[in-house]
């Protein structure tokens, strides 16, 4: 079974370029890192034109694309349930969350003082803060750790490879 931790914030926080730093170091150190993200709107998953979205378009609940390296799977599926798509990834080493703030899993929860000066996770799930606020504010002193967003390879090793071990 694989690990998982939420990268958590409010709306432009900068989970997704944090995300992507952490992928990018742990890639550096060997480990096999899979990615789901909560997307609160409905989007479009195939690119208008091809025929996979033609397949679709005409009736078809669901289509994959495959080639010797990689396949892609688009299906209608009308419920929110991120344990089903983790099955997806069964040799990843780490699996990262993409949102799930309100979540029971464990995250790391990105606190950017341009957006907000106080985290909104369940404070028994957060595993670390990282922010860019300078001063010392009362959440920050919980026993939580606190990290700056340059610290990227402090919080993979102390949070995501030293447990690993």
């Known amino acids: ?11 432009n926080s900068g989970k997704t370029t944090y995300i992507e730093q952490l992928l990018a170091y742990l890639g550096k150190r060997g480990m096999k890192t899979a990615v789901i993200k909560h997307d609160g709107h409905e989007f479009e998953a195939d ?8 397949y679709r ?9 495959y080639s010797g390296s990689k396949f892609m799977a688009i299906r209608e599926w009308p419920q929110e349930n991120p344990q089903a798509l983790m ?11 993409e949102g799930f703030k309100y979540s029971g899993y464990p ?17 028994e799930t957060v595993r670390a803060y990282v ?35």
């Not at 690119?47 to 033609?54: A, E, L, M, N, R």
């Not at 378009?57 to 694309?65: D, I, L, P, S, T």
């Open 131 to 165: 922010t860019d606020i300078c001063e010392k504010l009362p959440w920050m002193e919980a026993g939580i750790p606190v990290y700056r967003f340059e610290q990227i390879q402090e919080v993979a090793e102390e949070l995501l490879i030293k447990k690993e071990s």
């Open 47 to 54: 690119v208008p034109g091809t025929d996979s979205w033609k």
């Open 87 to 97: 099955a997806l990834f069964p040799d990843a080493d780490l699996i990262l969350l």
């Open 107 to 123: 995250k790391i929860e990105l606190v950017r003082s341009e957006i907000s000066h106080e985290p909104v996770c369940p404070r």
């Open 57 to 65: 378009k005409a009736g078809a609940y669901g289509c994959a694309v």
């Open 1 to 11: 079974m694989s690990r998982i931790l939420a990268v958590s914030g409010v709306k």
